[in-house]
């Protein structure tokens, strides 16, 4: 029996129908019950003819199928919902939304996130390459991964929906990705000010090249560090570096500049004063007067290096013994068989350093040490052993050095018990050089105010081992104090931002350097007062630098005496007066007694052996006290 068509269009409650009607997606909602009535609502809007099968919208005039054992009411449920625009239900769909459904999984932990967050995750054909050209920027891949066919098998059962780029789609997707990093860093460089690390080098293909980092605090005061540049340079002349180091600060808008780190090359000196030059206005900090900083790590490099060449001959038998083992696997293999019957247990295996780096050099004789029994057994039993370093074959590490001709490895011999014992003399007494060499070369904490203490460190042992009545120890520590004091003999010469930063750490102040520079020069010694005097005059110099940057102007208040202040009343506040009276004496801009409240107040707790602490942490937005020079607005 059809059911008449009333003339006024029922009023449907939209929220009522979309939470309490369940999705229809069979056809039991869709039999007529024993009254012969329909259940579903759309009913109350569809008019359906039995003979045809039909049922038509009467807003749309659009006739739809309607047999309830063949196609059921989800179609005109779905036309009411998301089709038929002047339907009183009508509801917009996202058809992506409706194509694709969300899964739920766990997010992959970011930074020092043990786990990873519960999330609804959607499949994007464009976020996923985005992230595929993200992957080959940061793991350093190939674009050539993309047709690798392992990863497309894997891809393919992990989602089979995705569609893989090709190489050269991948790599204008990069470049893509470069252009959009580059603009958010030049954001996050605006007005800041910062400093920069560069280097130079010649590649084995004879290519110079050049790369420029550059470190900032950002607003949340922590320590960051991005590559802005990494080329190719035409020479390792000064000029030519320092004008390519200032092309690139003009293309990324970066015109405050605290100090440039480089090596000890005499080209850097000319590139620092082509800087200097170019940098100097309004926003260079003291006219880039303290500009120039050298690398400390390289200058530890440089005199170790010297304390090894007494050393030489034994680490290069050393070397070739590691270099013999790890040749082939046969003779590693009659290695393993030594070392298990020696009873040496460690884990790690001998390892071959990297010449121009004597840190890997001291790692190699380190870890080589815990071995001397095996290589001494290896000696005895086995014929290949000895025979390697009798044979006269040419080496091509064989060259000169200081005019004389050095001999080849294997013309060396196997190394014996003094060269064991040399090596063990070199790991001893320049673990304090190692340590602070790694110490200084962190990136992802300040450590300008850790440098001071290790030179100190560094200083007293050297005295100390030139005191030792060992020839070899002598002869050693003769060659780096040569070069130790080229670079660190005159502390006053140093660039005094090393001092300040010391200075600034609130657990040592000016205590720690009086009491360093007293340990070097004596206690009357006349340098200290020299450099002390020259630190305090630098960290006035740079706190009013910045006071001035800073400062908010003052409005006056009344145009009455500076010695009194009358009020409404027509009291005079003798405080207030006298509080006007001092600033003006003061000065209205600097007020240079704060550094000296700082400096004569005591120090903060230091706890031996805390490697936790970061001087950022002293900042206003993590402190809370407000007796760190300024108070918070001044930061602001």
């Known amino acids: 029996m059809q059911m008449e068509t009333s003339e006024k269009i029922p009023v449907v409650d939209i ?56 196609n059921g009411t989800s179609s005109l449920r779905y036309h009411l919902l998301h089709v038929c625009t002047t339907s009183p239900v009508y509801k917009k769909l996202d058809k992506k939304d409706m194509k694709k459904q969300t899964v739920l999984g766990f997010k992959q932990p970011n930074g020092g996130e043990t786990s990873g967050s519960l999330a609804c995750h959607k499949f994007n054909q464009e976020k996923c390459r985005n992230l595929l050209a993200r992957m080959c920027a940061k793991d350093n891949r190939p674009f050539s991964i993309v047709e690798d066919e392992g990863l497309r098998e894997f891809v393919w059962e992990l989602n089979p929906m995705f569609k893989f780029p090709s190489r050269w789609t991948i790599a204008r997707d990069c470049l893509s990705l470069f252009e959009e990093e580059r603009k958010k860093l030049k954001i996050l460089l605006k007005d800041k000010t910062v400093s920069l690390t560069t280097d130079t080098w010649t590649s084995v293909q004879n290519y110079n090249y050049m ?115 790890r040749s082939s696997p046969s003779r590693y293999q009659c290695f393993k068989e030594c070392v298990e019957k020696e009873r040496i247990e460690y884990k790690r295996k001998p390892c071959l350093d990297v010449e121009t780096r004597w840190n890997s050099t001291f790692l190699m004789l380190e870890t080589t040490l815990k071995f001397v029994k095996a290589f001494d057994r290896l000696r005895d039993v086995n014929f290949n052993y000895r025979s ?83 020839e070899n120890k002598k002869k050693m520590v003769v060659s780096m104090k040569k070069k130790f004091d080229k670079y660190w003999d005159n502390l006053a010469n140093m660039n005094p931002l090393l001092y300040v930063a010391l200075i600034l750490d609130p657990r040592d102040k000016m205590f ?122 001044d930061w602001n």
């Open 388 to 470: 390697y370093f009798d044979s006269e074959v040419e080496d091509d590490d064989a060259s000169t050095r200081n005019g004389k001709t050095k001999m080849s490895d294997r013309e060396l011999g196997a190394p014996n018990s003094k060269d064991w014992e040399n090596a063990s003399l070199f790991v001893e007494h320049l673990r304090i050089f190692f340590d602070a060499t790694k110490k200084i070369s962190g990136t992802k904490y300040v450590t300008a105010n850790l440098l001071f203490g290790e030179l100190c460190q560094m200083h007293t042992s050297i005295a100390q081992m030139t005191l030792s009545p060992e």
């Open 15 to 70: 929220d009522k129908e979309n939470n309490t009607d369940p999705v229809v997606n069979n056809d039991e909602q869709n039999v007529e019950q024993k009254n012969n009535r329909l259940k579903s609502f759309v009913w109350q809007h569809f008019t359906r003819d039995k003979t045809t099968g039909k049922a038509k919208c009467p807003y749309c005039k659009y006739s739809m199928a309607a047999t309830s054992k063949m």
């Open 211 to 325: 790369c420029l980092t550059v470190h900032w605090v950002d607003d949340d005061w922590i320590l960051r560090k991005k590559i802005i540049n990494f080329c190719q340079i035409s020479n390792h002349k000064g000029e030519m570096i320092g004008r390519l180091i200032y092309q690139c600060l003009k293309a990324w808008e970066i015109d405050s500049v605290f100090t440039v780190t480089v090596d000890n090359a005499s080209s850097n000196d000319m590139a620092i004063k082509h800087l200097k030059l170019m940098l100097k206005g309004p926003n260079a900090i003291l006219d880039c007067k303290y500009l120039h900083l050298r690398c400390n790590a390289h200058i530890i490099n440089l005199a170790v290096k010297e304390g090894l060449e007494e050393q030489d001959q034994s680490i290069r038998k050393i070397r070739n013994a590691i270099r013999y083992l």
């Open 512 to 633: 720690y350097l009086t009491f360093c520079l007293e340990l070097i020069y004596g206690e009357k010694g006349k340098q200290v007062d020299v450099i002390t005097g020259r630190v305090k005059a630098t960290l006035v110099e740079l706190f009013d630098s910045y006071k001035m940057k800073f400062d908010k102007p003052t409005e006056s208040t009344s145009t009455s005496s500076s010695s009194s202040v009358v009020n409404t009343n027509g009291v005079t506040n003798i405080k207030e007066g006298y509080m006007k009276y001092l600033a003006k004496k003061r000065g209205s801009g600097v007020n240079a007694s704060e550094v000296e409240v700082y400096l004569n107040d005591g120090c903060e707790t230091k706890i031996l052996g805390d490697n936790s602490f970061d001087v950022l942490d002293l900042a206003p937005e993590k402190n809370t006290s407000k007796d760190f020079f300024f108070e918070d607005e």
